[in-house]
């Protein structure tokens, strides 16, 4: 049995192991996303037109914390890769609606296939039977913490 004091210790070393873990996991799953020529903020604005759906800049520029200069550069990057498209906001005409293009949403699937590819073949070759059937708790668990 463990006192308070040494299950509250128990609870932060846990926490900051996992907050470690969870950082190399997402760097490792970056590196399999092939992100080609898109920087980490324009991927951001991608992952964020997918997720919310078609919005202006300037709330986008808002809900990624970005100046709106700065999410002006990164729009017109978007748009000369062909990754998003405006058209014109049909509740306000003079804004300018941007949504992902076909061909963003066809890379945004690979990537995220490849992703889950490299993890599943990680899972398989380094775990056993009984260690997948632990990360499974383990995901339910975090699952419920992320709640």
């Known amino acids: 049995m463990h006192t308070p004091q040494e299950e509250h210790e ?16 997402r760097r490792r799953l970056r590196e399999e996303a092939h992100l080609g020529d898109v920087s980490m903020s324009q991927a951001s604005v991608l992952s964020r037109l997918e997720r919310d759906g078609p919005a202006t800049a300037s709330s986008l520029a808002r809900a990624e914390g970005m ?4 999410m002006a550069a990164t729009v017109l990057a978007l748009t000369e890769a062909q990754l998003v498209t405006g058209s014109p906001d049909p509740a306000d005409g003079r804004q300018t609606l941007l949504t ?3 061909n963003c949403r066809a890379w945004i699937a690979a ?11 990680t899972i398989e070759t ?8 632990e990360l499974n708790h383990a995901v339910a668990l975090l699952k419920r913490l992320a709640q």
């Open 10 to 25: 128990r609870a932060l070393q846990l926490a900051g192991d996992l907050r470690i873990l969870i950082g190399k996991l």
């Open 111 to 121: 990537s995220r296939a490849a992703r889950e590819d490299w993890l599943a073949r």
């Open 126 to 133: 380094r775990l056993t039977p009984d260690e997948v059937s």
């Open 67 to 70: 100046r709106p200069q700065s």
């Open 100 to 102: 992902l293009t076909d």
